[in-house]
């Protein structure tokens, strides 16, 4: 599956960003996904992941109650809405698919996109 991140930029502490991933390739409800990031000098980290169907959503600790995940399986697309943004959260941001687990460790997932730039001024 090919996977297509979008939606970053540059935003005010306090504001808010969506971010989308389309995929195409491959029957999309049949993967998990997942967000990630990565900060410059750090290594990349889980931020939130939504379970085949988008029943289920799972959020790192540093986002959870500012972040929310979604999926349209009609649109094969996979949004993080991003609410209260600090500049701690400035990164770019990856969406990850996999088919057999929900994407909560970098390691070991099957498909990566690539990655839409986040930056949070304060």
């Known amino acids: 599956v090919q996977l297509q991140a979008s939606g970053g930029g540059l935003v005010q502490a306090g504001g808010s960003l969506r971010l989308s991933c389309a995929a195409s390739g491959r029957t999309f409800r049949n993967y998990a996904m997942g967000w990630f990031r990565q900060a410059p000098g750090k290594e990349r980290e889980y931020a939130a992941a939504i379970s085949w169907s988008g029943g289920r959503a799972y959020y790192a600790d540093s986002v959870k109650g500012r972040f929310t995940i979604s999926r349209d399986n009609a649109k094969n697309t996979v949004y993080l809405q991003m609410n209260s943004l600090k500049p701690e959260d400035t990164a770019v941001y990856y969406c990850?698919?996999?088919?057999?687990?929900?994407?909560?460790?970098?390691?070991?997932?099957?498909?990566w996109g690539k990655g839409t730039q986040v930056t949070v001024s304060s």
């Open positions: 990850a698919a996999d088919m057999d687990t929900i994407p909560t460790q970098v390691y070991g997932l099957h498909y």
